[in-house]
């Protein structure tokens, strides 16, 4: 067990390790020139010269790694270079409202997930396992980029329920937790009809129905526990889908999290903001996974007591 | 063909024929009618006019040719060099297949969609640089499903026969692998289109892939958003596209699984 924690943990420091790398050459191996596309074709040499001794691009490619992964290491991911600002406070002031997001889009899809996929389990075959898998089959092919559009449409446009975009109270989070939410919501119900498709042909779970318990105490008590493994599992996988979704749900309601900023500081080459953001994407996501894997090992007893 | 299946082959039909025969239709998917502008529906254009006074039916078909060629092209591309990169690290194990699969790994450590938002977004915008972004991209998954075919089928007894008799690697491959390892890739390449033609419309929805004039539905969606209030019509009409071509792909490819039998887990 203890050694599959800590080959587990050392293949995530290796993840991360390439991850970061990938990320550097990305922005250096790209044709073009960086300051060029910057500043434009017409800028002064000396202006230009300014910049790149500014960004340290006039060093070899090697020592520009070492500079990147010493940043990172002191956690100093440099400054903006449209704003002039500190990127760590940048960022301190974008990810609460993505944290937000995200776990709003999460409650929002389990809260849809789990009945329709219990519903579609249960009656298995019936109408309403068809209705709750076409349902789900809907969510996952509408794209979050027409989602969104769609919902404001109706909701803030036609209905006047929600604002149309920003992020101010409560009212505000509900359209674009839903837009995020959907997709996962889909996958999810899935992944809890299958999985409690599979359990509820158990000898214990017949047994529990012998004993006379009702239909609900059954699922909840006894299925469900047994069924939330590949659940969890589904979740940290689509986590990444879910962040990446969020960078195209921000824009669309103007929420002022990571999601937009990676897109504002691509629009304006704002390459240092560019690598933090996409750094800081991936390096949650490496995270939740090992955190998934870690406790699912945690979880199942299988898993856990395997010498 | 059962009921079933018929839905998703006429979708995707109408759609691969309309993209293919766009240039024969004499289509004016350009052409600006300034008394038009946001006109709504009406006999000579049945989804009614853009912004600019332009035909969005006319603009819809140029969007399905966009999405189609990017869908199918990035899909090749992934295949071919996915699958090779996944049947050598198999096949011939040892450090070759060490580095490859960390490098899967590292790939897969990034939300597919962001990176390529990242290196569309420098490689700078254009169609040809997002089918450059998204391929870097696609690989991994067919590279990830070809490697752990070819694991469990390089030990079988034809396989051992076979070079026995001493077949060389590339008669090895093309006859006694591939044909076998074909129908999990097919299946998963079936997701992979509907994938990219989501992710293409992403792009173009953020201004990262085609540029105006041309028409991709999701960049019409992005356009669409502005007048929503006024022309709901912009914003239905390539949705709804987008919308019917991923389910059909979605229902193929779910009936396509079924029938060959194979269990993978679908796509990211």
């Known amino acids: ?307 | 063909m059962n009921r079933y299946l018929s839905f998703p082959v006429i979708v995707l039909s109408a759609w691969c024929l309309l993209a293919l025969s766009a240039t024969l239709l004499s289509l004016r998917p350009d052409e600006i009618i300034l008394q038009k502008i946001l006109a709504l529906p009406e006999w000579q254009a049945w989804l009614g006019y853009d912004d600019l006074g332009r035909p969005i039916a006319d603009r819809m078909i140029m969007g399905a040719r966009t999405s189609l060629l990017v869908a199918f092209s990035v899909v090749f591309i992934s295949f071919v060099v996915g699958t090779i990169i996944g049947v050598f690290a198999a096949w011939f194990g040892g450090w070759w297949d060490k580095i490859s699969v960390l490098i899967i790994d590292i790939f897969i450590a990034f939300p597919g969609i962001l990176l390529a938002i990242a290196l569309a977004g420098l490689l700078g915008p254009g169609i040809m640089n997002a089918v450059i972004a998204l391929s870097i991209v696609g690989w991994v998954g067919f590279a990830r499903l070809a490697r752990a075919q070819t694991l469990t089928i390089k030990h079988r007894e034809h396989v051992t026969a076979a070079r026995a008799l001493g077949t060389r690697t590339s008669r090895m491959v093309f006859r006694h692998l591939l044909p076998l390892i074909m129908a999990p890739l097919i299946v998963e390449a079936t997701f992979a289109i509907a994938g990219t033609v989501i992710a293409e419309a992403s792009l173009s929805f953020l201004g990262l892939g085609v540029q105006p004039p041309d028409a991709s539905w999701g960049s019409m969606i992005r356009e669409g958003t502005r007048y929503m209030l006024v022309a709901p019509h912009m914003v239905l009409a390539p949705g709804v596209a987008i919308f019917l071509v991923v389910l059909s792909i979605n229902l193929l490819g779910d009936r396509l699984r079924d029938k060959m039998d194979v269990r993978l887990n679908n796509g990211k």
């Open chain 1, 1 to 307: 067990m203890l050694n599959y924690l800590y080959a587990r943990c050392i293949t995530a420091i290796i993840v991360i390790f390439g991850v970061s790398t990938l990320v550097f050459l990305l922005i250096h191996i790209v044709p073009g020139d960086p300051v060029e596309v910057m500043l434009g074709e017409t800028a002064q040499l000396a202006d230009r010269e300014a910049l790149r001794t500014a960004l340290g691009l006039h060093l070899p490619l090697y020592q520009q790694w070492l500079n990147f992964m010493s940043q990172l290491f002191t956690l100093d991911p440099g400054t903006s270079i449209y704003s002039k600002r500190e990127i760590s406070s940048l960022l301190a002031e974008r990810i609460p409202p993505t944290a937000l997001l995200a776990c709003a889009s999460i409650i929002t899809a389990i809260s849809i997930a789990l009945p329709l996929g219990i519903m579609a389990a249960v009656y298995r075959g019936s109408r309403w396992d068809i209705g709750a898998m076409t349902l789900s089959m809907f969510g996952i092919s509408i794209p979050n980029f027409w989602m969104g559009p769609l919902l404001i449409m109706v909701f803030s446009l036609w209905l006047g329920w929600f604002p149309v975009s920003g992020n101010e109270g409560f009212a505000s989070l509900i359209l674009p937790a839903f837009t995020l939410g959907t997709a996962l919501a889909a996958l999810l119900s899935r992944m809890v009809r299958a999985s409690l498709l599979e359990i509820l042909n158990e000898d214990y779970i017949r047994a529990a129905r012998a004993r006379g318990l009702s239909q609900l105490a059954v699922i909840l008590r006894h299925a469900l526990p047994n069924a939330a493994l590949p659940i969890i599992t589904v979740l940290g996988m689509q986590f990444g889908a879910l962040l990446a979704g969020a960078v195209i749900t921000e824009t669309i309601f103007s929420w002022p999290g990571v999601g937009q900023l990676t897109i504002e500081a691509i629009q304006k080459r704002d390459y240092p903001v560019v690598q933090a953001c996409v750094l800081l994407i991936s390096l949650t996501y490496v995270t939740v996974n090992l955190l998934t894997d870690l406790a699912y090992a945690f979880l199942d007893p299988r898993v856990r007591l395997e010498k």
